[in-house]
């Protein structure tokens, strides 16, 4: 018997943890934005919700499992924060593949629409076993739309169980992608897409990651790509993209990285790879 809880048991505690995070960071915007704070550049804004939310979640996986790792956007890795200090997570994105349990938290995946109030922000969280993320829960905190998934038990939906896409020919596909923060990586993101977008039906541009990676595992998008994905960014996410039968990686084969994070369904993933490596998609800043 594994030293480990099943994934199941994981995901009945990230579920209601997401929620009450969710709905703390509803409030907050209800309540009004005043702490906005600029992260690597004057355009990624983080808010005190974020660090508020992160706190929140952090408390309350430390009191269901208290020796568990975690992986958060606004501290870090911590064995379970004893007492948070303000950091950037991506300059401290933690080890990978350590052992046990780890959760990998986003508090508000999407911070640029939930500064603007655009509803398409969430809270992700995942359950990561050895380095393998068995259990995920993604919540757009603006309308509660949640998705849940673990590993070899499917991806889920208010009681539905996704199925990716069926289409096959890329020229037909609606393809969703994200761009960075930093100046001189936008303008290679940008010279991409021009290239790119005739060669497809249309591209959207979403702004949270883990909500465009739950639209591929429901079929919404036929496609995601993105470059400077951190493992909070994609790890829930893209265990509902895999469990609804897409093929999340990165490009010639690697795991989902910083380089490059791609999801599509098994007959569009090839061309679609084949496209991103003609155009240097991982390229650039």
């Not at 099943?6 to 943890?17: G, Q, Y």
């Not at 960071?25 to 990624?44: F, G, L, Y």
């Not at 991409?192 to 883990?210: M, P």
């Not at 919404?220 to 469990?243: C, I, M, Q, R, S």
């Amino acid at each position: 018997m594994s030293e480990f809880p099943a994934a199941d048991e994981l995901l009945s505690i990230a579920v209601p943890v997401a929620r009450e995070a969710a709905a703390t960071a509803r409030r907050m915007r209800a309540e009004a934005i005043t702490d906005v704070e600029t992260k690597s550049t004057r355009t990624d804004v983080v808010t005190a919700a974020d660090r508020a939310v992160e706190r929140q979640v952090v408390e309350a996986l430390r009191a269901a499992r208290p020796a568990d790792g975690v992986l958060g956007e606004e501290y870090g890795e911590a064995a379970l924060l004893p007492a948070p200090g303000p950091t950037d997570g991506a300059e401290n994105p933690g080890p990978t593949g350590a052992k046990g349990v780890r959760w990998i938290l986003d508090p508000i995946d999407g911070t640029v629409n939930y500064l603007y109030g655009i509803p398409a922000y969430a809270v992700s969280l995942a359950a990561e076993v050895d380095g393998v993320v068995v259990a995920g829960v993604v919540i757009n905190a603006a309308t509660g739309d949640e998705w849940t998934a673990t590993r070899g038990g499917g991806a889920w939906r208010a009681g539905r169980r996704l199925r990716c896409s069926a289409q096959t020919d890329l020229a037909q596909v609606l393809l969703g992608t994200g761009f960075g923060y930093d100046a001189k990586r936008r303008a290679h993101q940008g010279a991409v897409i021009a290239q790119l977008i005739t060669r497809v039906r249309d591209i959207r541009r979403i702004g949270a990651a883990s909500l465009d990676l739950c639209s591929v595992g429901e079929g919404v998008l036929d496609a995601y790509f993105e470059k400077g994905l951190n493992p909070w960014d994609h790890a829930a996410g893209g265990l509902v993209a895999t469990e609804a039968g897409a093929i999340v990686r990165g490009l010639d084969g690697a795991p989902p990285s910083l380089e490059m994070v791609v999801a599509a369904p098994p007959a569009l993933f090839g061309p679609l790879e084949s496209a991103l490596v003609e155009l240097d998609a991982s390229g650039g800043a």
